[in-house]
């Protein structure tokens, strides 16, 4: 028996240490040991065996763009949008697909080989549109990238907004997005979750709307995603993003709202990293920090996945294509400091993120997809913490991207300092 590539000896997330063999595009063996030839064998003795990272909230057609044509002053979401709107008219075809293709080079080198990305369908030529569209073929030998319809000026306060959000549907987007929370009043942010979940229904596609991204304690679209993710049967095809203003909800309305959440199978996407930056702009002090409730609805057997959302855009002004930045933001922010809440902060940038996305084929297992991540770190929980080198990125069984073990820093005294921070907790 041989195969084309053996990752040897690596630990994976679970504890185990094991051999990967690969062929083809597929992993065909996991072994404590495989004594047979291979193509390649990549030596990862000592170091963590992950599948790949996943975003699944990210929006490609503006990242990158920091700074054009200006920077958000207030640092608000609103002001973002008005910031979008601006650059929007300014925009060509070609830039947009030039920062999403050098973003997707960030990504392959972070081993983020998974990402779900709003487009905006707010613009009668859909530039952006037609950008990721080519962008999406082309990165597909390395990145699984969905697009997601995003109306993003509201489905009905933008003029045209309905008519291109169906026209980037027909170019084939294959998801629907929508901001219930931007429309003009209330009730037309809930007509609006009624007409994109039938629109969803009816072509038989996933639907993922940014859902009271705000502070505001009466924003309930949530609410109304989950009735009508049940009314359509689209359980398990629903994922509701942000969710912001469940962290300033009543708490009694919550006890509520989260056990019709988990019957109607919705995946809600925070994304720690904009909405800690986001979110309580308008309060003094005490100021919310504007993050939902992550493991009240862990608990409640709710699907949660990290979202990474913004990178150098007019949102947002620093990020990496690094998904443990974002785990470990959203560990600090939502408080999952035990053992078992950080080690699924790790689970959540890479299995719940797939399983969101509807992504079987990613995993560590015999069958699965060839795409995996060599990390310079010991476990998942040191991964959060280091956010370490992405020493060698497998995807459909081609090794990606590469980078040698750094040498242990010198310290002060000019002996080596402790290797690369690792550091092994007493068993
Ligand atoms: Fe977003």
Redesign the pocket.
Known sequence: MSFDLIVKGGTLPDGTIADIGIRGETIAAIEPTLAAEAGRVIDATGDLVSPPFVDP?F?MDATLSYGIPRINASGTLLEGIALWGELKQVMTLEEVRDRALAYCDWAVSMGLLAIRT?VDTCDDRLLGVEALLEVRKQVAPCIDLQLVAFPQDGLYRDPTARENTIRALDMGVEIVGGIPHFERTMADGTRSVTELCELAAERGLMVDL?CD?TDDPHSRHIEQLAYETQRLGLQGRAAG??CTSMHSMDNYYVSKLLPLIAEADVSIIP?PL?NIMLQGRHDTFPKRRGLTRVKEMQALGIRVGWGQ??VLDPWYSLGTADMLDVAFMGLHVAQMSSPADMAKCFDMVTNVNARIMGLDHLGLAVGKRASLVVLDAGNPIEAVRLRPDRLCVVSRGKVVSERPKRDAALSIAGRPATINRRHRVAD
Do not use: A, G, T
């Open positions: 909230h929006h709003h940014h991204e993003s942000h994304n904009i959302d913004c």
